[in-house]
T-cell receptor, first 110, second 113 residues
Framework: EPEVTQTPSHQVTQMGQEVILRCVPI?????FYWYRQILGQKVEFLVS????????KSEIFDDQFSVERPDGSNFTLKIRSTKLEDSAMYFC????????FGPGTRLTVL | GNSVTQMEGPVTLSEEAFLTINCTYT??????LFWYVQYPGEGLQLLLK?????DKGSNKGFEATYRKETTSFHLEKGSVQVSDSAVYFC????????????FGKGTKLSVKP
């Protein structure tokens, strides 16, 4: 069964550093998403992406965040200058009709 | 705004016990409702869904009925197994077929043999 993959599984970084989280969506899906879950809290929507542009974004998705589909297969989330409060599990998802989620990347900002 | 409230966990049950995880929602219009499950070390997996009032979603012995009058979508299973131990998330989508999902906090279920 097709699946969404994410790398790395765990990323540790220093505050202020840039991180790029990578996702490979399911190949025939057209909609892509990033969600995050801070430990012990809700899964929160960050951004959706369709037709090579952002279709919707939440208040969390400020100027420090960006998304890109650089090569037609990968879908990346970049955080330019990480903060302590960015520590969370980041989930990528892709969708034809229903979201299929990846296993997540655990980001730890020290 | 739109929101989902689900019962706090953790929930600990013995094998073959009856499971109910409560979920209520607040939304404008007619949202679609979902239950996702997250097994240890894995991503979120769709368990079941319902797209309109009185629809019943079912999968793997789990059921949930979309109740518009009580704005609820409670998850039930008649006889849980150890392998059902996971975190269960209730979610809604209010913005059409590709609007973003709004999740509850999740309920951790532990089933003991």
């Amino acid at each position: 069964e097709p699946e969404v993959t994410q790398t790395p599984s765990h990323q540790v970084t220093q505050m202020g550093q840039e991180v790029i989280l990578r996702c490979v969506p399911i190949s025939n899906h057209l909609y892509f998403y990033w969600y995050r879950q801070i430990l012990g809290q809700k899964v929160e929507f960050l951004v959706s992406f369709y037709n090579n542009e952002i279709s919707e974004k939440s208040e969390i998705f400020d100027d420090q965040f960006s998304v890109e589909r650089p090569d037609g297969s990968n879908f990346t989330l970049k955080i330019r200058s990480t903060k302590l409060e960015d520590s969370a599990m980041y989930f990528c998802a892709s969708s034809e009709w229903v979201e299929v989620f990846g296993p997540g990347t655990r980001l730890t900002v020290l | 705004g739109n929101s989902v409230t689900q019962m706090e966990g953790p929930v600990t049950l013995s094998e073959e016990a009856f499971l109910t995880i409560n979920c209520t929602y607040t939304a404008t219009g007619y949202p679609s409702l979902f239950w996702y499950v997250q097994y240890p070390g894995e991503g979120l997996q769709l368990l079941l869904k319902a797209t309109k009032a009185d629809d019943k979603g079912s999968n793997k012995g789990f059921e949930a009925t979309y109740r518009k009058e009580t704005t609820s979508f409670h998850l039930e299973k008649g006889s849980v197994q150890v392998s059902d131990s996971a975190v269960y998330f209730c979610a809604l989508r209010a913005g059409g077929s590709q609007g973003n999902l709004i999740f509850g906090k999740g309920t951790k279920l532990s089933v003991k043999p």
